[in-house]
Nanobody, 114 residues
């Protein structure tokens, strides 16, 4: 069992930056593939993943702007978001995956607006 708690969302102007955090508890964090999804009206997108070995993948829409990382000692995964655009506005959800098991946080709102 894994419990996930996201934080770091908020309101930011276009071109600004935010760093999201996802703190995990209840299991061995280092064994899981971690990821970030985002949901906005009419769409749902896998933003980024990072494996237990540290291999990262990104959606084309965020490549070059977002960075996913993990700190196994802190059982935390991060999403650094730079050069934010209005189309990045969404609820961002942290996920953990191991085999067939899937766990989700409650989400954190990111709003990019002038």
């Amino acid at each position: 069992q894994v419990q996930l708690v996201e934080s770091g969302g908020g309101l930011v102007q276009p071109g600004g930056s935010l760093r999201l955090s996802c703190a995990a508890s209840g299991s061995i964090f280092s064994r899981y593939t971690m990821g970030w999804y985002r949901q906005a009206p009419g769409k749902r997108e896998l933003v980024a993943t990072v494996t237990s070995g540290g291999s990262a993948n990104y959606a084309d829409s965020v490549k070059g702007r977002f960075t996913i990382s993990r700190d196994n000692a802190k059982s935390t995964v991060y999403l650094q978001m730079n050069s934010l655009k209005p189309e990045d506005t969404a609820i961002y959800y942290c996920s953990a995956a191991l085999g067939a098991s899937r766990f989700w946080g409650q989400g954190t709102q990111v709003t990019v607006s002038s």
